[in-house]
């Protein structure tokens, strides 16, 4: 029989962190929340000892992996949540969200878990192309980077997918950020060759410049690194060359609050209808094939020669 937590406040936020996220590796628990591994311990110790928490060991130099029970879901105050009932089958993209929030927690900023946003799908769904038509997706996290601004968007991404399969989800995202339901997009990728990979798909789609990062993501080192309250241009591009942690650029127009509320409650937005290119006309096309043979250096096309019988 299991002994009855008292949970103090401590405890409590380590599980909530836990159960927004669904599964998530102990280190990224301690880099998120600022807390030593022998407090994190402790603290799991005591939702595993209740019943509130699933531990099971992680393969890749992350430590072990967590989950909250039904129990733990209710107690922690997530009612609503689905709780994880073993460890999915995509643990590793599991792994690789957690360490997209503890950066995100660590600077302050208010975010939500696709297990948060998908009680509200008409609200944070977006609507991308697929083999069967189109289908609906949820980012990994949705940031707040400002209380009267859309959320930023920001995906997990191991590089496991087709390469057609993936141009037509960035395509999906570069439709939410034209629509105004996202503000920009982030990928936080396993390794350098895949964020590389990425880039290279993002601008296949016209998604790149101030709306679109692709990098790798970052370390636990890294993430203490970067400074708690970020300005909102810096949050976009903190690579691992921008964990110096330096200060405010002084900017009026920025005002990094510690705190950043998601927008107020509204009715759910209708559908956004799929992008559809504008037809290009025949002067625009004539003027993209100059450039095209300018640029690689192309004699012009010699009119064809007709033999005569």
């Not at 209380?147 to 995906?155: H, T």
């Not at 939410?176 to 997009?185: F, P």
């Not at 107020?264 to 559908?271: A, G, H, K, L, V």
């Amino acid at each position: 029989m299991r002994k009855e937590l008292v949970a103090g406040p401590g405890t409590v936020r380590v599980a909530r962190f836990i159960g927004r996220l669904g599964v998530v590796s102990l280190p990224a628990v301690e880099a998120g929340l600022g807390l030593d591994q022998r407090v994190v311990r402790r603290h799991v110790a005591k939702l595993e000892g209740a019943g509130w928490l699933g531990r099971a060991p992680w393969v890749w130099g992350e430590g072990s992996v967590v989950w909250l029970t039904s129990a733990g879901i209710e107690r922690a105050g997530l009612g609503g949540v689905r709780p994880v009932k073993m460890p999915p089958r995509t643990i590793a993209h599991c792994v690789l969200v957690g360490w997209s929030a503890a950066r995100v927690e660590h600077r302050g900023r208010t975010w939500k878990s696709a297990r948060e946003l998908a009680l509200e799908p008409e609200r944070w769904a977006v609507s991308a192309r697929c083999e069967r038509g189109y289908t609906r997706q949820l980012p990994d996290l949705a940031v707040w980077l400002g209380s009267s601004k859309p959320p930023a968007a920001v995906i997990a991404e191991s590089g496991g997918r087709r390469e057609d399969r993936q141009k037509m989800i960035l395509e999906g995202w570069r439709d939410a950020i034209l629509s105004g339901r996202y503000l920009v997009v982030r990928y936080d990728c396993a390794s350098a060759s895949v964020a590389h990979w990425i880039e290279r798909l993002a601008k296949k789609v016209g998604l790149s410049g101030s709306d679109f990062l692709a990098t790798e993501q970052t370390t636990a080192e890294q993430i203490a690194a970067l400074s708690p309250v970020a300005p909102v241009i810096e949050e976009l591009v903190d690579e691992a060359d921008d964990a110096s942690g330096d200060p405010d650029t002084g900017d009026d127009h920025i005002d990094p609050v510690r705190e950043l509320a998601p927008p107020e409650q509204r009715d759910p937005d209708p559908p956004t209808a799929p992008f559809v290119p504008q037809a290009e006309t025949a002067e625009a096309a004539a003027e993209r094939l100059r450039a095209y043979r300018e640029v690689f250096g192309l004699d012009e096309e010699k009119p064809r020669r007709w033999w005569r019988g």
